[in-house]
């Protein structure tokens, strides 16, 4: 079987249009054209539902995508265990994170990986967690930073990230030593990252709580601003807390609460995703 065919397929499938593919592949567009049209011939079936807006799988495809990417997975662990029995380290590495700040220790730690192994290519995306895990699930990503869940991907620990309230220094719960978490089911509520699986959440649906949502905001920055001018309080981990201002108070929650963050890859990763993660624990 031509996995290289398989693999133009999956190209034109996940950027979302032929002329994507063929420029992330460096193809001309009726090249990537003919080569589906060859594999829907062999195969006796159509493969691709072509429209104004781009490509998207049939449901003879849909049926076939999970096979084809574990297809073209192993062909990648041959490669790189044939690579290293020759004395290279080669491929390629998709690491996806849920954390924006974590991008500087990150991308230091990817230089650094690089460094050891020049001939790895490393592609680094920002996604929500339910996103990035169905990447992994997908095999259209190695290894992701997230929480930790209830899942059965293999789990590598990095660090704990405590769950802080923001109020307004002004707020009748600033001076208090904690922010009773039941609280935010009746203080006007600002959500950061609205109907995403986000840790602040999960931890809200932990405890059955429904927050009192006033203000909605796909930015952190504008939320900081919000809370700071008494529009409400939210919930952030620590880690994505921006700088401290004078207007904002930061709490502990009560009860206390934090999050485990590590990385997750499916079993039998490729000899790069191994390398990677044994590099990150040992950085850490």
């Known amino acids: 079987m031509d996995t290289e065919k398989w693999g133009v397929l999956l190209q034109a499938i996940d950027s979302g249009s032929l002329s994507a593919a063929a420029k992330q592949m460096n193809y001309t567009t009726s090249g990537i054209?003919?080569?589906?049209?060859?594999?829907?011939?062999?195969?006796?079936?159509?493969?691709?539902?072509r429209n104004h807006r781009g490509v998207s799988p049939t449901k003879e495809c849909a049926i076939l995508l999970p096979d084809i990417r574990n297809l073209i997975h192993a062909e990648e662990l041959v490669h790189q265990q044939v690579a290293q029995i020759n004395g290279l380290e080669i491929g390629s590495l998709t690491i996806g994170t849920a954390y924006s700040s974590s991008?500087?220790?990150?991308?230091?730690?990817?230089?650094?990986?690089?460094?050891?192994?020049?001939?790895?290519?490393?592609?680094?995306?920002?996604?929500?967690?339910?996103?990035?895990?169905?990447?992994?699930?997908?095999?259209?990503?190695?290894?992701?930073i997230v929480s930790r869940g209830n899942d059965d991907f293999q789990w590598f620990p990095l660090q704990g990230d405590c769950m802080m309230a923001l109020v307004s220094s002004k707020h009748s719960l600033a001076k208090k030593k904690a922010?009773?978490?039941?609280?935010?089911?009746?203080?006007?509520?600002?959500?950061?990252?609205?109907?995403?699986?986000?840790?602040?959440?999960?931890?809200?649906?932990?405890?059955?709580?429904?927050?009192?949502?006033?203000?909605t905001t796909s930015d952190r920055y504008a939320a900081h601003e919000m809370v700071g001018a008494g529009l409400g309080v939210t919930l952030l981990n620590e880690a994505l807390i921006l700088e401290k201002k004078s207007n904002i108070r930061v709490l502990p929650l009560d009860p206390p609460q934090s999050v485990e963050i590590g990385m997750v890859c499916l079993p039998n990763p490729t000899l790069a995703t191994r390398r990677f993660i044994d590099f990150m624990q040992e950085t850490v």
Not at 35 to 49: D, M, T
Not at 184 to 204: C, G, R, W
């Open 179 to 215: 922010f009773p978490i039941e609280a935010f089911s009746t203080e006007f509520y600002i959500d950061i990252y609205p109907n995403q699986e986000t840790d602040s959440a999960v931890l809200l649906n932990r405890y059955n709580i429904k927050p009192n949502t006033k203000f």
């Open 33 to 49: 054209s003919r080569i589906i049209a060859n594999l829907e011939e062999e195969i006796g079936f159509s493969l691709l539902v």
């Open 103 to 144: 991008y500087p220790i990150l991308t230091k730690r990817v230089v650094k990986f690089v460094k050891h192994y020049p001939n790895i290519k490393v592609n680094i995306l920002w996604g929500f967690s339910t996103e990035l895990r169905q990447a992994i699930i997908d095999r259209r990503m190695d290894v992701c």
